[in-house]
């Protein structure tokens, strides 16, 4: 996370390097906006969403969700079962609700399916929220 927050951090240099003008500039320091924000828990001023999160307590299942997961279990992007998806789900639930877990901890080798889908911010706990909120809503 700290790799990639510099990264985006060096895009406005790079950009300056190659002289963009004020509106492409504005425009991609506003698409990057959630990534190079901390948010502190409670902050009303940034919605950067769950990944971005810092402090506080646990996080809901739905929160870690909307802000780690989302991105490719509500379209299916490389693969991901989607939520919702009854079928898709059924045979991954047969492995029983502690494979899930471990999945979305440790992640799935060989697939799109990183550790903790990206969240290191995230606890084992609010991965696993994130799991039952999940499979809850594709039964
Ligand atoms: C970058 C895309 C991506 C993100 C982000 C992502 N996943 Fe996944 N996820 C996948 C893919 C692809 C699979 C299918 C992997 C396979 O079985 O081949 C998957 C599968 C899973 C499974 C089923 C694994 C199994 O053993 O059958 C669980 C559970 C899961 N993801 C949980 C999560 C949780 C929780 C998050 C957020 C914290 C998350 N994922 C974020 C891509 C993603």
């Not at 060096?10 to 924000?37: T, W």
């Amino acid at each position: 996370m700290r790799f990639i927050a510099i990264i985006f951090a060096l895009i406005p240099l790079m950009a300056s390097a190659i002289d963009l003008s004020k509106e492409q500039r504005a425009a991609i320091e506003e698409r990057i906006q959630p990534y190079s924000q901390v948010c502190i828990a409670g902050d009303e001023s940034c919605a950067g969403g769950a990944a971005t999160t810092v402090a506080g307590g646990p996080r809901s299942g739905e929160d870690v969700y909307n802000g780690a997961c989302m991105a490719c279990h509500s379209t299916g992007a490389a693969g991901a079962p989607k939520v919702g998806d009854v079928a898709a789900w059924s045979n991954r639930l047969a492995k029983g609700m502690d494979a899930l877990y471990d999945s979305g901890i440790n992640g799935v080798a060989g697939s799109g399916m990183i550790a903790k889908g990206g969240c290191m911010t995230c606890s084992d706990e609010e991965i696993n929220a994130a799991v039952d909120y999940m499979v809850e809503n594709s039964q």
